[in-house]
């Protein structure tokens, strides 16, 4: 199944993405408004299927990297057996079923093993991936809703192909602009 998909990245990242034509980051990151993303999903390469949120990423990454500028980034992916998210099979029966798989129903040692929230997130993400990898699924199409789609690709070199630039703005710009 191929499709098209976007990221939103600083400047500086998309020109070595785009000349490397391979991301060198995944997605757990601190922004400075106090919002965090984090790879629910495990060590991947996380995309959507809209440009305004791509932007909205793109805005965050650059301002915490002190870019001015911002790049949504557009790619072709390949998936050729994406394990599929949606209001009939949601986030939280995965995660449930991802931990009974490898922890065989006493999960709660996770808890007990690790510091903090992010610690856990990152833990649990991790079990979803070995799971969703020992099933054979190579990535996971997230229908958040109608209109958005999250995608999380797990072979990036095999998955990824002709990143270009699709969009450049101003941060500092649009900070100026009225609300």
């Given at each position: ?9 600083s ?6 993405v ?28 996380y995309?959507?299927?809209?440009q305004?949120l ?6 965050c990454h650059?301002?915490?990297e002190?870019d001015e500028?911002?790049?949504?980034l ?6 050729n057996n994406?394990?599929i ?25 996770i ?14 993400g ?19 809703n109608?209109?958005?789609i999250?995608?999380?690709l797990?072979?990036?070199?095999h ?8 969009f ?12």
């Amino acid at each position: 199944m191929k499709r098209t998909a976007y990221r939103g990245v600083s400047f500086n990242e998309a020109q070595a993405v785009v000349r490397n034509q391979r991301y060198g980051r995944t997605e757990s990151r601190d922004f400075l408004n106090g919002v965090a993303a984090r790879s629910l999903f495990g060590q991947g390469i996380y995309l959507v299927n809209d440009q305004e949120l791509a932007a909205q990423y793109a805005f965050c990454h650059a301002e915490v990297e002190n870019d001015e500028r911002a790049v949504i980034l557009k790619q072709k992916i390949q998936l050729n057996n994406p394990f599929i998210l949606n209001y009939k099979y949601n986030e939280t029966r995965l995660r449930k079923e991802a931990l009974n798989w490898k922890y065989s129903d006493s999960y709660n040692e996770i808890n007990e093993t690790m510091e903090n929230s992010s610690e856990i997130s990152k833990k649990i993400g991790q079990v979803i991936m070995e799971y969703l990898l020992h099933h054979s699924f190579d990535g996971i199409i997230y229908h958040l809703n109608d209109e958005i789609i999250y995608y999380v690709l797990y072979d990036q070199s095999h998955q990824v192909e002709n990143i270009e630039i699709e969009f450049v703005f101003n941060i500092n710009k649009l900070k100026q602009q009225p609300s």
